[in-house]
């Protein structure tokens, strides 16, 4: 009974470390793509466009922008004509995979040129390796400074319905 036992506790604790050990890995597999997906803007090269999904999302800081791969496509091209079209630089990242892996999401803090940003992430696996669902950047706005923030946001928001 006893070494039914250590077996059965041997077992649970190899197929643990097994799963630790894939997830490690998931993760680094993961870091590699988003970090190379945010080098492609930072050298501008329109592989970057190539990360995201036929039917990809990107939701940037302006609430005018939610865009379809295609138009976001679009929009950025003018930042990818230049040297650099952004750079954004994880501090922080954390991982998250549905039980198959097909599905993983993430959350990342970003040093970027608007100063800290947060960002959330959508990517699913494919036979050629991952591909961005949906991301979605917002600026990481101190809770110190929010009200200033709301209210100058009130403030343009007044301006422009008047246009």
């Given at each position: 009974m006893k070494r039914l036992l250590l077996a059965l506790l041997l077992s649970i604790s190899s197929a643990c470390a097994l799963a630790a050990n894939a997830e490690a890995a998931l993760?680094?597999?993961?870091?590699?793509?988003?970090?190379?997906?945010h080098d492609d803007a930072a050298q501008a090269r329109m592989a970057y466009f190539d990360k995201i999904a036929a039917d990809g999302v990107y939701i940037g800081t302006d609430k005018t922008e939610l865009w379809h791969k295609d138009a976001f496509k679009t929009w950025a091209n003018k930042y990818f004509e230049r040297k650099s079209a952004w750079a954004?630089?994880?501090?922080?990242?954390?991982?998250?995979?549905?039980?198959?892996?097909?599905?993983?999401w993430f959350d990342e803090l970003l040093d970027t040129q608007m100063g800290p940003c947060q960002a959330s992430g959508v990517l699913r696996r494919t036979a050629k390796g991952f591909e961005?669902?949906?991301?979605?950047?917002?600026?990481?706005?101190?809770?110190?400074?929010g009200k200033s923030v709301t209210e100058l946001i009130s403030q343009h928001e007044k301006v422009a319905a008047t246009k």
């Open positions: 993760t680094r597999q993961v870091n590699t793509f988003v970090d190379a997906w954004f630089k994880a501090v922080k990242r954390n991982v998250y995979t549905s039980g198959d892996g097909k599905i993983v961005i669902e949906h991301y979605q950047l917002s600026m990481a706005v101190p809770n110190e400074v």
